[in-house]
C-alpha cells in the first residue's frame, strides 16, 4: 500500500511536469544579445567532469562571452582537468577562451560555492552574469534561451533552466537521485512557476542567468552570505526587492 501510494505521488508530479512543459511559451528572441560572463564554480572531481567542461565551450551563444573558472586553489584535482580541455581544444583550433581563477579558502560566514561566485564576480567584465554548476552538461543553445528568456521579462531578476538526470544509474543512490530529480523536484517546481505565470520566489541554482542590476539591488552576492542554500536565498531577496 505504501508503495503504491509513493508510487502515485510520483505518478501525479510526473503528469504536472508533462501538462507544465507543453504549455509553455518560447520566449521571444532578441534582436542583440548582450555580452555574458559564464561563471562556473569547481571544487573536486565531478562525474562527468571533462565531458561537462567541452558541452559548455560548444554552447555557441550568439554574443560576446568570456567563461571564468574558479577553483579555490592550484591543488584541486580538478585543475588539470579543465586546463587539459582548454589546451586541447585550442591545439585542434576550437574555442576554448577561458580564465582560470583561484578564490582561496573561503570565510566561515560562507559556502565554497558562494565565495567562488563572489571573487569571480570581481573579474566578469560583461553585461550579464551567468553561474553553472560544475555536474551540469548543457545543451547547445541553452545560455541563448536562458538570455532570451530573461530579457522578455523587464521585471526579471534572472532565469534559471529545469534539469534532469539523465546519465545511467550506477548505485542505489544513483536511482533515488534520478527518483528526486525527475520525478519530484523539477516537476513540482514546473507547476508551481505554471500556476505563478513562469515565475518562482527562488532560485535553483544549478544553472542561472542574472542581471547586474537584480545583483546590486539585493547588496551583492554577499547579502547570501550565513545561508546554507544561498542561490534559493538570493532568489528570495531579488522578490523582496521587486
Given at each position: 500500500?505504501?508503495?503504491?501510494?509513493?508510487?502515485?505521488?510520483?505518478?501525479?508530479?510526473?503528469?504536472?511536469?508533462r501538462?507544465?512543459i507543453?504549455q509553455?511559451?518560447?520566449?521571444?528572441?532578441?534582436?542583440?544579445?548582450?555580452?555574458?560572463t559564464?561563471?562556473r564554480?569547481?571544487?573536486?572531481?565531478?562525474?562527468?567532469?571533462?565531458?561537462?567542461?567541452?558541452?559548455g565551450?560548444?554552447?555557441?551563444?550568439?554574443?560576446?562571452?568570456?567563461?571564468?573558472?574558479?577553483?579555490?586553489?592550484?591543488?584541486?584535482?580538478?585543475?588539470?582537468?579543465?586546463?587539459?580541455?582548454?589546451?586541447?581544444?585550442?591545439?585542434?583550433?576550437?574555442?576554448a577562451?577561458?580564465?582560470i581563477?583561484?578564490?582561496?579558502q573561503p570565510?566561515?560566514?560562507?559556502?565554497?560555492?558562494?565565495?567562488?561566485?563572489?571573487?569571480?564576480?570581481?573579474?566578469?567584465?560583461?553585461t550579464?552574469?551567468?553561474?553553472?554548476?560544475?555536474?551540469?552538461?548543457?545543451?547547445?543553445?541553452?545560455?541563448?534561451?536562458?538570455?532570451?528568456?530573461?530579457?522578455?521579462d523587464?521585471?526579471?531578476?534572472?532565469?534559471?533552466?529545469?534539469?534532469?538526470?539523465?546519465?545511467?544509474?550506477?548505485?542505489?543512490?544513483?536511482?533515488?537521485y534520478?527518483?528526486?530529480?525527475?520525478?519530484?523536484?523539477?516537476?513540482?517546481?514546473?507547476?508551481?512557476?505554471?500556476?505563478?505565470?513562469?515565475?518562482?520566489?527562488?532560485?535553483?541554482?544549478?544553472?542561472m542567468?542574472?542581471?547586474?542590476?537584480a545583483?546590486?539591488a539585493?547588496?551583492?552576492?554577499?547579502?547570501?552570505?550565513?545561508?546554507?542554500?544561498?542561490?534559493?536565498?538570493?532568489?528570495?531577496?531579488?522578490?523582496?526587492?521587486?
Amino acid at each position: 500500500i505504501v508503495l503504491g501510494l509513493l508510487l502515485a505521488w510520483v505518478w501525479t508530479f510526473y503528469a504536472m511536469q508533462r501538462i507544465a512543459i507543453r504549455q509553455q511559451i518560447a520566449p521571444k528572441l532578441p534582436k542583440d544579445y548582450p555580452s555574458l560572463t559564464v561563471i562556473r564554480p569547481i571544487k573536486g572531481v565531478d562525474s562527468g567532469l571533462r565531458e561537462n567542461v567541452i558541452a559548455g565551450f560548444e554552447d555557441s551563444y550568439p554574443g560576446d562571452l568570456e567563461t571564468l573558472f574558479v577553483f579555490d586553489d592550484e591543488e584541486d584535482p580538478a585543475v588539470p582537468i579543465v586546463r587539459n580541455v582548454i589546451e586541447e581544444r585550442k591545439s585542434q583550433g576550437l574555442n576554448a577562451e577561458a580564465t582560470i581563477l583561484f578564490s582561496g579558502q573561503p570565510p566561515r560566514n560562507r559556502t565554497g560555492k558562494l565565495n567562488a561566485m563572489i571573487q569571480a564576480m570581481a573579474n566578469a567584465h560583461h553585461t550579464l552574469i551567468a553561474f553553472v554548476d560544475s555536474d551540469i552538461r548543457q545543451s547547445p543553445g541553452d545560455l541563448s534561451r536562458l538570455v532570451a528568456t530573461l530579457l522578455a521579462d523587464e521585471g526579471a531578476g534572472s532565469a534559471f533552466p529545469t534539469v534532469v538526470s539523465s546519465a545511467k544509474p550506477h548505485t542505489l543512490g544513483d536511482v533515488g537521485y534520478a527518483v528526486m530529480v525527475n520525478g519530484l523536484y523539477e516537476p513540482s517546481a514546473l507547476a508551481t512557476a505554471q500556476r505563478a505565470k513562469g515565475t518562482l520566489p527562488f532560485i535553483m541554482g544549478h544553472m542561472m542567468v542574472l542581471r547586474r542590476e537584480a545583483i546590486e539591488a539585493i547588496g551583492g552576492l554577499e547579502t547570501a552570505e550565513g545561508q546554507l542554500v544561498d542561490d534559493m536565498y538570493l532568489g528570495k531577496r531579488m522578490v523582496e526587492e521587486g
